[in-house]
């Protein structure tokens, strides 16, 4: 089966500096890579995703690259503020698209 | 469209007692998915169904779990005689298609096993 694995694990940015967070996955025949952003006590909620036949997409101050050969997609998101703080959860399908397996997550600190 | 329904948000069980969490999808989604997170962990894969087919539950544990969704009403996760190390939230998500049209999440329910 599918496994996802995502680093960092933490990660403390100031305030209007960029972030990155990275992952790997192990299934070649994965199609589709969602990110999804968790702040405390509430509901997981998707954010951007991407499909393996594009190699990145933007949206405002989010975005997602997908590299297919090395089977690593990343999440960037630029001039940070306080209210991305969350935990952000990268996942791929399982190849046959049977359901989503996700990273182990990242704890995003914006400092003010 | 209310989104995705869980009830109840919070449960308190002792131990022995059975838990019964209820995850309607939102309107038109047909494919159901249940997950669970441990405190400051990631999100497990438990158990996939369609309407009354269990169609991936490869995640679920052998023994005291059980799931179910029937052709009317909501999508049931049952855990029988809980124990302390089921406290956790457990989130369902549906969506339309499959996995790969992306996930709706509930708002999860918090299991806590006294």
């Known amino acids: 089966g599918e496994n996802v694995e995502q680093h960092p694990s933490t990660l403390s940015v100031q305030e209007g500096d960029s972030a990155v967070i990275k992952c790997t996955y192990s299934?070649?025949?994965?199609?589709?890579f969602p990110w999804y952003k968790q702040e405390l006590g509430k509901r997981p909620q998707l954010i951007i995703d991407?499909?393996?036949?594009?190699g990145e997409k933007k949206d405002q101050r989010i975005a997602v690259t997908l590299n297919k050969t090395a089977k690593h997609f990343s999440l960037h998101i630029t001039e940070t503020q306080p209210e991305d703080s969350a935990v952000y959860f990268c996942?791929?399908?399982?190849?046959?698209?049977?359901?989503?397996?996700f990273g182990a997550g990242t704890i995003l600190r914006v400092k003010s | 469209n209310a989104g995705v329904m869980q009830n109840p948000r919070h449960l308190v069980r002792r131990r022995g007692q059975e838990a019964r969490l209820r995850c309607s999808p939102m309107k038109g989604h047909s494919h159901v998915y249940w997950y669970r997170q441990l405190p400051e962990e990631g999100l497990k894969f438990m158990v996939y169904?369609?309407?009354?087919?269990?169609?991936?539950e490869s995640g679920m544990p052998k023994e005291r779990f059980s799931a179910e969704f029937p052709k009317e009403g909501p999508s049931i996760l049952r855990i029988q005689q809980v124990v302390r190390g089921d406290s956790a939230a457990y989130f369902c998500a549906s969506s339309m298609t499959g996995a790969s049209e992306g996930y709706t999440f509930g708002s999860g329910t918090r299991l806590t096993v006294v």
């Open positions: 169904l369609q309407k009354e087919n269990i169609i991936d």
């Open positions: 299934d070649s025949a994965s199609n589709y």
């Open positions: 996942a791929a399908s399982e190849g046959y698209g049977n359901k989503l397996v």
């Open positions: 991407i499909r393996s036949n594009v």
